[in-house]
T-cell receptor
Framework: EAQVTQNPRYLITVTGKKLTVTCSQN?????MSWYRQDPGLGLRQIYY???????DKGDVPEGYKVSRKEKRNFPLILESPSPNQTSLYFC????????????FGPGTRLTVT | GQQVMQIPQYQHVQEGEDFTTYCNSS?????IQWYKQRPGGHPVFLIQ?????EVKKQKRLTFQFGEAKKNSSLHITATQTTDVGTYFC?????????????FGKGTKLSVKP
């Protein structure tokens, strides 16, 4: 089954404790992206990757890191999480960058206390 | 930077009534995509519009892309309870990065049976 998977689905952590949210797709997609969703603010892009080893900042990259060492995986790293990073995070992928349908993962709900 | 404004933020309708959500961009878009997110779910791609003035239909849903490629609308005829969810538009800035997809804040639709 073609899908985007994210782990963990739920995470409660404390300020400053490094964490990684994994994202993997099995559709051989070139493009992957991370979004955060907050009430009243919609979906905001954090980082995106047009291909392996190619990443770029979205609209809200502060406090996040990403890497794209292989095509299928695009982990999101929070080196020192803060409470304002409490949010619902979605990973997405598409065949190519640009005007292509994006497939979203199920989401990761992160709470930072 | 580029902004995509979406209105209304909320819409409550009686089942059988029509519903419309509007997207307006501060810049010309190369394309517009529409997504639906059911409560507790992830965004799911509905459609993409690319051409100026384009109109596409999916059963009771009608999508339009403005002549200037700065605005778009989604109209649902005779809403059903299955239409409940949040509808997002998303666009790529014409001449901008093909990776930087900008989402509107969404319109949350509730349907009273």
């Amino acid at each position: 089954e073609a899908q985007v998977t994210q782990n963990p689905r739920y995470l409660i952590t404390v300020t400053g404790k490094k964490l990684t949210v994994t994202c993997s797709q099995n559709m051989n997609h070139e493009y992957m992206s991370w979004y955060r969703q907050d009430p009243g603010l919609g979906l905001r892009q954090i980082y995106y990757s047009m291909n392996v080893e190619v990443t770029d900042k979205g609209d809200v990259p502060e406090g996040y890191k990403v890497s794209r060492k292989e095509k299928r995986n695009f982990p999101l790293i929070l080196e020192s999480p803060s409470p304002n990073q409490t949010s619902l995070y979605f990973c997405a992928s598409s065949f190519l960058p640009g005007p292509y349908e994006q497939y979203f993962g199920p989401g990761t709900r992160l709470t930072v206390t | 930077g580029q902004q995509v404004m979406q209105i209304p933020q909320y819409q409550h309708v009686q089942e059988g009534e029509d519903f419309t959500t509007y997207c307006n961009s501060s810049t010309t878009l190369s394309n517009i995509q529409w997504y639906k997110q059911r409560p507790g779910g992830h965004p799911v791609f509905l459609i993409q519009l690319v051409k100026s003035g384009e109109v596409k239909k999916q059963k009771r849903l009608t999508f339009q892309f403005g002549e200037a490629k700065k605005n778009s609308s989604l109209h649902i005829t005779a809403t059903q309870t299955t239409d409940v969810g949040t509808y997002f538009c998303a666009g790529l800035n014409y001449g901008g990065s093909q990776g930087n997809l900008i989402f509107g804040k969404g319109t949350k639709l509730s349907v009273k049976p």
